[in-house]
């Protein structure tokens, strides 16, 4: 396992901002948070990509601004929405592309707009065929206030779909869904593919590797014992760090306990 930075911990900062800073202060590896459609382009694309060439950053995920309006595109009936999305993020899947991201993360269907589960899982089968005519994994989020924040929900696309379900594991989501991360690793096993990492204590669910009190060695052990071998991006939100040499300062303390108990 390798540990990262998603620019999200950056936000409002400008994406191309937030990667320069992360280039600059020694980051490899990254989630890019996409903010707004006119990064999808140059100038800001350009930009980015030669940090990504100067850093020698690898770039693993994406995250699209667009996760607010997945429910009333993707999860509607009014199938010309869902035509006009998947078009639309195969803008995306050709960004990611351009960086070698391999995963592209979803958030999903909220409960306020009633769906059919069986229906749901369709919809995440059309996107997921349309990533891989890309080469890219379409990873759905643990995000509390939508459906897929329901350990059951999940248990139930993964026994649904099998091998075509990939998640990503956003542990402070699982800790505000009332659900123990490690729970849901044994639920999900190596359907995961993608972890977003914070720490958990008494000061908070969204904290920096160390400043909480949750048993993380227990956590990465029972993720290497279902085989996970990919990332655990740090994703903070503002105010629970000092900027982007704390964040990198930080990313390099988890590399260090992950190198150290041989994770």
């Known amino acids: 396992m390798k540990a990262g930075l ?5 936000y409002p900062l400008e994406v191309e901002n937030a990667f320069l ?9 990254a989630e890019i948070f996409v903010n707004s459609h006119c990064e999808l382009s140059d100038p800001y694309c350009g930009e980015m990509l030669a ?50 991201a391999r995963f592209f993360v979803l958030h999903g269907n909220k409960p306020q707009n009633p769906f059919p ?56 989501q699982s800790h505000r869904s009332g659900s123990d991360p490690i729970e849901m690793i044994r639920a999900l096993g190596d359907n995961i593919k993608h972890v977003h990492f914070s720490d958990f204590g008494d000061a908070g669910d969204c904290l920096k590797f160390g400043f909480g009190e949750y048993d993380n060695l227990a956590l990465f052990k029972e993720l290497k014992r279902v085989s996970y071998g990919g990332n655990l991006i740090i994703e903070l939100y503002k105010g629970s760090h000092d900027g982007a040499a704390d964040l990198a300062e930080n990313c390099r303390v988890l590399n260090d306990f992950l190198i150290k108990n041989n994770l």
């Open 21 to 29: 800073q992360f280039g600059e202060n020694g980051v490899k590896t």
């Open 117 to 172: 589960d069986e229906k749901y899982f369709e919809r995440y089968l059309k996107l997921q065929e349309a990533a891989g005519q890309f080469g890219i994994c379409v990873v759905q989020e643990n995000v509390v206030r939508c459906t897929a924040g329901n350990i059951n929900f999940l248990i139930k696309m993964k026994n649904t779909l099998g091998d075509k379900a990939a998640f990503v594991l956003d542990i402070k």
């Open 51 to 100: 940090v990504q060439r100067e850093y020698c950053i690898d770039v693993v995920s994406v995250h699209p601004y667009t996760c607010g309006i997945e429910p009333m595109m993707l999860f509607t009936a009014y199938e010309r929405r869902v035509t006009d999305m998947l078009d639309y993020y195969k803008r995306f899947f050709e960004y990611m592309n351009l960086f070698g």
């Open 6 to 10: 998603s620019t999200a911990c950056l």
